[in-house]
């Protein structure tokens, strides 16, 4: 009898909605890299409604009948998730003022996050992926700070769109991560 790997997200059959997610995320920021005259405005407001679709992803996940493993961390992500999407389509001044550490903290907190992961999955054959993974979420979260605290438009556009890519990137792996497992593999 062969054993179940461990998953530290846990599985779940709506794997695929995660994988959607991570797909928009990498075509929003490609858009926005080609396009940057678009306005920081609007990729404070679109990253906004992407975190609030997120959230609703990640509560719906949290809340079902057959909740995840870690399906706290599914609940916390979820709730920050809409909280800041949230504050970020309220107000388009409020957005482009407090933008960059917004998303700063949606950063760090997923790094922290795939990082407890990494240490979850020692055991696994890429853990040190989940490892890496977290340090350039961290890293990436720790520049919009700089950004922030500069006031540097365009490298918060640059980051911005560089967020929506490797973001994007990460969500679609973990989604595969994510997927059931049958006993025969």
Not at 61 to 86: E, N, S, Y
Not at 99 to 121: D, E, M, N, R, T
Request: hydrophobic share 60%.
């Amino acid at each position: 009898m062969k054993s179940l790997k461990i998953n530290y997200w846990g599985h779940t059959r709506y794997w695929w909605i995660v994988l959607i997610l991570g797909i928009l995320m990498v075509l929003c920021g490609f858009v926005y890299w080609l396009w940057p005259v678009a306005g920081y405005a609007v990729s404070s407001q679109i990253f906004g409604w992407l975190l609030v679709l997120a959230g609703i992803v990640q509560l719906c996940v949290a809340a079902g009948a057959r909740h995840p493993r870690g399906w706290g961390w599914w609940l916390a992500g979820g709730m920050i998730d809409m909280f800041i999407g949230f504050m970020l389509v309220r107000s388009i001044v409020l957005s482009e003022a407090v933008f960059p550490y917004f998303i700063a903290i949606i950063f760090l907190f997923w790094g922290i996050s795939a990082i407890i992961s990494s240490v979850g999955q020692r055991g696994r054959k890429c853990w040190w992926l989940y490892l890496v993974n977290g340090i350039l979420l961290m890293v990436i979260g720790f520049f919009f700070i700089e950004a922030g605290w500069v006031q540097d438009m365009l490298m918060t556009s640059f980051l911005t769109s560089l967020a929506f890519i490797y973001w994007g990137f990460s969500i679609a792996m973990l989604s595969y991560d994510m997927k059931p497992r049958t006993l025969d593999e």
